[in-house]
């Protein structure tokens, strides 16, 4: 018996839940060919291509209910910075490369990668880049302790510390004209690695919390923050279908107010976009 072809309003349908990725990935390869041509570099062709095409199939497996999708946009994008563009390219993609490019008076590299990432990129997907493609995070991530155990500690000044500490680091490189700044600035990246995966792993365990680090110690949240709270891309609740049951929020590793279409709700931006919110929902109440 021939197959009777899918009416166009199911067709229609079926493209509509695949418009997130198709988004997204249309963004990338927006700045992808816009970096290549206004810096006449191919790399940035390949960068921000590699990078777009690895979340829209992320985002593509997730809308077909694969529970491992998040996990691989995390190892495909944090591998390909840590291993290849970290240790094979030898750039330091930390917050201290940032600083030390900038410094330099150098738009490429770290400062590219903040300035899409970072900076300006969460006006459309928020803390998508925590949730997503944060090398440090895709570890912590499988780690046992997947909701937090107990309220959020009152302790999130200390990554002020760490980002003004990490500015002065950098910023005495260049005061005191110490010599071979560029080999102190790789090493930093390897031994800012170990010690974040170290301190990462320790508040995982201490707090019974994957997502501790993110919340009190890493410094990069104070570029993602401002410019989240005016995200595009962020979870929407449908009020009238919401039962208040709570269970969106106990789910939630970032101890984000779910049930709420507020932007000045509880850590509201701190959502990392992770869907398990959505997935919690017993009356499909929530949206991207």
């Known amino acids: 018996m021939a197959c009777r072809p899918m009416p166009a309003e199911g067709k229609g349908k079926k493209m509509k839940k695949y418009a997130p990725s198709l988004t997204m990935w249309l963004i990338f390869e927006a700045v992808a060919v816009t970096l290549w041509l206004t810096l006449d ?3 940035y062709l390949f960068n921000f291509s590699y990078i777009g095409t690895a979340i829209a199939v992320g985002l593509a497996l997730y809308t077909q209910k694969k529970s491992y999708a998040r996990n691989v946009v995390q190892f495909a994008v944090g591998l390909y910075m840590l291993v290849y563009l970290g240790f094979l390219c030898r750039e330091n993609m930390q917050l201290e490369g940032f600083w030390y490019y900038l410094f ?3 738009f490429e590299a770290a400062t590219i990668h903040y300035a899409v990432a970072k900076i300006f990129g969460p006006l459309v997907f928020g803390r998508g880049w925590c949730g997503y493609a944060c090398w440090t995070a895709m570890v ?3 780690l046992p302790f997947r909701q937090p155990a107990a309220p959020r500690k009152q302790i999130g000044f200390i990554r002020y510390i760490v980002f003004a500490a990490s500015l002065a680091f950098v910023g005495a490189l260049f005061l005191f004209q110490i010599p071979g700044k560029e080999e102190i600035i790789w090493r930093s990246f390897l031994v800012g690695n170990l010690l974040y995966y170290a301190v990462g792993i320790a508040l995982a365990y201490i707090l019974r919390d994957n997502r501790a680090f993110c919340k009190y110690i890493c410094p990069i949240t104070i ?10 891309f962020r979870i ?4 009238d279908k919401c039962i208040s049951c709570g269970k969106c929020e ?5 101890d984000v107010e779910v049930p709420s279409n507020s932007r000045k709700k509880r850590n509201a931006t701190e959502c990392i976009l992770c869907m398990k919110c959505v997935d919690a929902c017993p009356k499909n109440a929530l949206k991207l």
């Open 250 to 254: 106990r789910v939630c590793p970032m």
């Open 236 to 239: 929407k609740v449908e009020e």
């Open 223 to 232: 570029f993602l923050k401002p410019m989240s709270y005016f995200s595009l």
């Open 140 to 142: 912590l991530d499988l």
């Open 104 to 106: 330099l008076g150098v």
């Open 41 to 43: 570099n191919l790399f």
